[in-house]
T-cell receptor, first 118, second 110 residues
C-alpha cells in the first residue's frame, strides 16, 4: 500500500539552528500538508500546498517557516531559526483531492518527525 | 471554546465491549474525518464522511449534520484497538485545512 514517508524520525537541534524536515508524499496525490503536535496537545494545521504553491497557512506558519517541493517528489518544511517552542512532532500528509472530496479527500499521514530544540 | 470537542477524553473498556466516542463541532463543515493515532505517534485515517453512516469492519462512523455531531463506534473491542481516536473537521468554504479535536484515549483491557 502506498504510504507517506518522513525523515528524520527524530532530530535534536540547538536553538537558533536551521532544520529541514523531509517528506515523500504518495505519488499520485496533489495536495500536501504539514501539521504539528506539541506534546500533550492537539494536532494543529501549519500549511497546505497545491500546484507548487502555498494554498493556505496558519498563524503559526510565520516567516521562519517555509515549504518547498524541489524535485516533484520530496516536500520539505524548513524552520530557519528554531526556538524552544518549535519542539513538537511534525506530520506530513497528502491527499489525492481537497479534504472535502467524497472519495479522494482522505488524508494519508506520515509517521511524523519529532523535533527537539534544546 | 474549542471548535471541535470530543467526549470522553479517556475511556477504559473490557475486551468485547461496544465503544462509542462522540464528537461535536461548532462550525459549518463540508467533511468530518475520524483518525487513529498509535502510541508511537503515527496517524491513520479511519473515515471521511459528510453525511449518514460508514462501516469498515468493526468500526462504524455516523454523522448528523443538523445537530453538528458525529459518533465513532467500535464493536467487539480488542486490546489492539487501544489508541487515541481523533475527530477532525474541514470547515465549509475555500479552506482545505482540518481542525482537530483533542482526541479520546481508549484503553481496551483483556
Amino acid at each position: 500500500e502506498p504510504e507517506v514517508t518522513q525523515t528524520p524520525s527524530h532530530q535534536v537541534t540547538q536553538m537558533g539552528q536551521e532544520v529541514i524536515l523531509r517528506c515523500v508524499p504518495i505519488s499520485n496525490h496533489l495536495y500536501f500538508y504539514w501539521y504539528r503536535q506539541i506534546l500533550g496537545q492537539k494536532v494543529e494545521f501549519l500549511v497546505s500546498f497545491y500546484n507548487n504553491e502555498i494554498s493556505e497557512k496558519s498563524e503559526i506558519f510565520d516567516d521562519q517557516f517555509s515549504v518547498e517541493r524541489p524535485d516533484g517528489s520530496n516536500f520539505t518544511l524548513k524552520i530557519r531559526s528554531t526556538k524552544l517552542e518549535d519542539s513538537a512532532m511534525y506530520f506530513c500528509a497528502s491527499s489525492r483531492s481537497y479534504t472535502g472530496a467524497a472519495n479522494t479527500g482522505e488524508l494519508f499521514f506520515g509517521e511524523g518527525s519529532r523535533l527537539t530544540v534544546l | 471554546k474549542n471548535e471541535v470537542e470530543q467526549s470522553p477524553q479517556n475511556l477504559t473498556a473490557q475486551e468485547g465491549e461496544f465503544i462509542t466516542i462522540n464528537c461535536s463541532y461548532s462550525v459549518g463543515i463540508s467533511a468530518l474525518h475520524w483518525l487513529q493515532q498509535h502510541p508511537g505517534g503515527g496517524i491513520v485515517s479511519l473515515f471521511m464522511l459528510s453525511s449518514g453512516k460508514k462501516k469498515h469492519g468493526r468500526l462504524i462512523a455516523t454523522i448528523n449534520i443538523q445537530e453538528k455531531h458525529s459518533s465513532l463506534h467500535i464493536t467487539a473491542s480488542h486490546p489492539r484497538d487501544s489508541a487515541v481516536y481523533i475527530c477532525a473537521v474541514r470547515a465549509g468554504g475555500a479552506t482545505n485545512k482540518l481542525i482537530f479535536g483533542t482526541g479520546t484515549l481508549l484503553a481496551v483491557q483483556p
